[in-house]
């Protein structure tokens, strides 16, 4: 495997719904409230007029309300207990997107780290059935999509 001393990071904040194949992200420098908020807002333009989305977390700090994050009303938030990391299929997402683009490479600059990201998650949304099979819960019942 390679190795590079130097250290550069950027964050994904993404959300997929394996119902409609599809998901939203943003790339971002710092991964805060502020930066949380940012992808709620993002998150709720591509929902439905007429639908409300639950988005499940995990117990980040920047996932926690305390006033600070703002909860779009098309949003509701759905906290997973402490340590399960398998009920949150979007694990899985972030996996993918390691294995398949981002794991064992070397960047020389952090916009090449930014534009990997953006490439790697815009590759995922145009694999056809990938957010699906990934995401998709046998014991989570997902509605009826009507076009």
Known sequence: MLRDLRYECTYIFGAVCPARDT??????????????NMHLKEISTHI????????????AGWHKEGGRLKIPPNITLLRLPPYSPE?????????????????GRIFDTYDEIV?????????????????????????????????
């Open 23 to 36: 998901g939203v992200a943003l790339v971002l420098p710092y991964a805060n409230t502020k930066a949380m």
């Open 48 to 59: 439905a007029d007429t639908s409300h989305a639950v988005i499940i977390i995990d117990g």
């Open 87 to 103: 009920l949150n299929a979007q694990e899985n997402i972030w996996s993918y997107l390691r294995q398949n683009y981002l794991a």
């Open 115 to 147: 534009d990997a990201c953006c490439s790697a998650w815009n590759n995922l949304l145009a694999s056809t059935g990938t957010i699906t099979s990934i995401a998709s819960r046998d014991w989570f019942c997902l509605p009826q999509v009507v076009s």
